[in-house]
């Protein structure tokens, strides 16, 4: 007779999502493994990166880049107004005590 196994605890939605992105990062490198034509990195003597691999850095990197010039921009953008408005209420004042 055998007993039962307890459930396990449920995963957070954080878990979920980090093994998501390790299952995601794996199967990239795999692809990239196999687009290059290497079916067991782990034989080869020496690192082999591949040109696909590299292209799809490059992609991630300008596309990061991408990004964070848009947030910069929205930020420098906010802080701009947020500057006009604070010297439109202060103009107000003063106008109003002369």
Known sequence: ??????NPAPQS??????????LDRLVEKQAAQLRAGIQDAEELD????????VESLRRDVERLRAELGAAQAA???????RSRDAL???TAE?????
């Not at 939605?13 to 390790?22: D, H, N, R, S, V």
């Open 1 to 6: 007779m055998t007993t039962a196994k307890p």
């Open 13 to 22: 939605e954080e878990e979920l999502l980090e093994q998501w992105a390790f």
């Open 46 to 53: 020496e690192p082999v990166t591949s040109a696909a691999e």
């Open 75 to 81: 930020r420098e953008a906010a802080e701009a107004e």
């Open 88 to 90: 439109a209420a202060l």
């Open 94 to 98: 003063v106008e109003s005590k002369l």
